[in-house]
């Protein structure tokens, strides 16, 4: 099968490069800040383009997507965001035997027509299916009129990566004693990640108890900030910034938290699960798909501080719950998020679509 990838994962591309599909792959390094580019005995089967663009109509980008179509003539085009859908989309207009497109849908908006970016992504008719990365965005994307039949649920990839680092050199790099309990989050902290509402709660947490904060990412929320001034947290929060690989840095977490408003299904939360930590999460979007309450972790309902609470108080004073949720997560999380697992569910899709 002949495939362009655009913006997507980079265990998804090694995957299918693996499995002797021709594919080029486009911007998959540089917007997911891979690890490496495509080994180079994989070619010339795959090869792997970088080119620039931020917005859904950009010309240049779209001029780039149609010519490599062109060039390339593949059977389809996965593109793994609105920006790359919108160029495949209008990019391939006029070809004599257009690809067929493919989307990945992350979020749990609803698409509506009032939209006209909606128009030109997941509302196109020239849009084959639609691989949803939770059973909620599956849901929102039926309620804005796709039919079910072109909406099917592919779990995001594990992410993987090669830092040795161990629990003991990061909880070293941010001065947390072995004996601290660290619950932290990771991501973009904007307030849709409802980590004001993680402050909240903790600020009710026992004071006689160990524990610390790590907010890793890019704070981009003045609540937040405000919380983090709160004489119960001032001298508990950490934010360290960016941490990279986010996967091996949270080796480091006793319990992960993540209370979001809004979620399709947090990255840093597979991460998490990945490495076995144990996880509190709201019961917004998928996570709750990936966290089994009471088997792999807790779930609450979204924007209850008081809820989130109890919920990180009970596992803090039990340690041993921590370690089976967290072995159970550990198990669990590949199940649905495996390199292989989602291949194959994407590769059963483009084979429906190709010889339709």
């Not at 005995?41 to 240049?60: A, C, E, H, M, N």
């Not at 020239?126 to 592919?154: D, K, N, T």
């Not at 704070?219 to 986010?246: C, E, F, K, Y």
Request: with cysteine; net charge positive.
């Amino acid at each position: 099968m002949r495939m362009m990838m655009i913006h997507a994962p980079s265990p998804i591309v090694r995957e299918f490069c693996r499995r002797g599909h021709e594919i080029v792959s486009c911007n998959s390094n540089k917007s997911f800040d891979s690890q490496d580019k495509l080994p180079a005995d994989w070619g010339p089967k795959q090869r792997s383009i970088d080119f620039y663009g931020r917005k859904k109509v950009t010309l240049s980008a779209i001029k780039t997507v149609g010519r490599i179509a062109r060039e390339f003539q593949p059977d389809l085009i996965h593109a793994f965001i609105p920006n790359s859908l919108a160029w495949s989309v209008l990019g391939t207009i006029g070809m004599q035997r257009p690809p067929k497109i493919i989307s990945y849908r992350g979020i749990t908006r609803v698409p509506t027509w009032f939209d006209p970016a909606d128009w030109i992504t997941y509302l196109s008719p020239r849009v084959s299916l639609h691989a949803c990365e939770s059973l909620a965005v599956q849901q929102a994307m039926i309620r804005g009129g796709i039919p079910e039949s072109r909406c099917r649920v592919v779990y995001n990839a594990m992410w993987d990566y090669d830092d040795t680092r161990t629990r003991g050199e990061w909880r070293a790099r941010w001065g947390v004693s072995d004996d601290t309990i660290l619950i932290g989050t990771v991501g973009h902290i904007r307030p849709v990640k409802g980590v004001d509402i993680f402050l909240e709660a903790a600020s009710g947490l026992p004071s006689g108890i160990p524990w610390k904060i790590l907010l890793g990412g890019v704070i981009d929320d003045p609540n937040v900030t405000r919380w983090m001034q709160h004489d119960a947290l001032r001298d508990r929060v950490i934010a360290p910034g960016p941490i990279s690989p986010a996967a091996s840095a949270m080796k480091a977490f006793d319990l992960f938290v993540m209370p979001s408003r809004s979620e399709g299904l947090c990255r840093a939360l597979i991460e998490a699960t990945t490495v076995g930590v144990a996880a509190v999460v709201s019961d917004a979007g998928g996570m709750k798909e990936l966290v089994r309450d009471q088997q792999d972790g807790l779930v609450v309902p979204k924007e209850n501080a008081e809820s989130l609470r109890m919920a990180i108080q009970s596992l803090l004073i039990d340690p041993e719950k921590r370690r089976r949720f967290g072995e159970s997560a550990r198990v669990h999380t590949p199940s649905l998020c495996g390199t292989s697992v989602v291949a194959d569910k994407l590769q059963a899709m483009y084979q429906e679509v190709v010889h339709k």
